[in-house]
């Protein structure tokens, strides 16, 4: 694999790693069932854009290193294009470019910073503590870890092992969907005890939960969910909505205005750093991160 090398952002914090229970919840294992749960809303903060070009042929030499490439659609066939990215320390973005075969690299305010060419299709990227990538191969699975030297340069990846953590197996954590009203999710643990359980209630007239997610947890223990809610009848419509769990989940915060216009589908549509939501947005002329500064609230 040929060598790269890009200068990547100053690591300002190392990721808050938690230990991810994998196995199934038993009666014994303690359950958070507030009593009164409430829940405060927030509005989108802002939103960044990035240049993106539809194209027929990706494999056509492209005029702009920072525009990120989709796919057109056929009739049969969703446009494919960045389905996967992540949020360095200092709030920029490593996005993967699979029709490229690379990793983009975006400062806080969406401006172009370099790439990584990495010479497969990546199906998801991770940032790892001391600025290293996690990055799983599309098709194949397989996970790589790139490391950077002290002046910030990748080299050649090599295969992950059980040493490197699993940042996207730790923020999944077990989630059982009891009911259309009801879930549980794992919450963040505290040091040498188990996960407990997250209740997740919702109550929306006309609307019952069709899938949970757990999206992760940050450094004060607060428990990130993606709820996808739908109206029975012919004509389905889902609408998204992102909940932040205090530890005891006594209360909640909850994101409503969540956008579903994207043109493709992301594999890692969220992610959460310092109290902040990410949302990836691929759209035919831009991809927008939005972002929800859930510490800012009232």
């Known amino acids: 694999m040929k060598s790269a090398s890009i200068r990547c952002p100053i690591l300002i914090g190392l990721l808050a790693l938690a230990s991810a229970c994998s196995h199934q919840e038993t009666p014994a294992r303690k359950s958070m069932t507030p009593a009164n749960v409430r829940g405060n809303s927030v509005k989108l903060t802002r939103s960044v854009s990035i240049s993106a070009r539809v ?3 990706p494999a056509t030499p492209a005029g702009d290193a920072a525009a990120l490439t989709i796919s057109e659609a056929g009739e049969d066939e969703p446009a494919e294009g960045p389905a996967t990215f992540d949020v360095w320390p200092d709030g920029g973005f490593v996005i993967a470019d699979p029709l490229r075969q690379r990793l983009v690299f975006f400062d806080p305010a969406g401006q172009f910073r ?8 990546a199906e998801r ?3 790892l503590p001391n ?3 996690s990055v799983v191969r599309t098709n194949t ?6 490391e950077s030297d002290s002046a910030g340069r990748y080299g050649v990846p090599r295969l992950a092992s059980e040493r490197d953590p699993d940042l996207d197996a730790i923020d999944a954590g077990v989630v059982t969907l009891l009911s259309g009203t009801q879930a549980t999710v794992t919450g963040q643990p505290n040091p040498n005890t188990e996960s407990p359980l997250v209740n997740v209630r919702f109550n929306a007239a006309g609307e019952s939960m069709v899938s949970v997610r757990r999206l992760g947890a940050d450094a004060h223990q607060r428990t990130y969910v993606a709820i996808e809610a739908a109206s029975p009848g012919s004509r389905v419509d889902v609408r998204k909505v992102v909940r932040q769990y205090a530890p005891g989940g006594e209360q909640f915060v909850e994101l409503l205005d969540i956008p579903l216009d994207y043109l493709v589908h992301p594999v890692d549509e969220f992610r959460i750093r310092d109290g902040v939501l990410y949302q990836l947005v691929p759209k035919s002329s831009e991809v927008r991160v939005n972002i929800w500064d859930t510490n800012s609230r009232p």
């Open 55 to 57: 194209v027929a042929d």
């Open 114 to 121: 370099g790439e990584l060419q990495i010479s497969f299709a």
């Open 125 to 127: 990227v991770r940032v």
């Open 131 to 133: 600025n290293a990538l």
């Open 141 to 146: 699975g397989e996970r790589y870890i790139f």
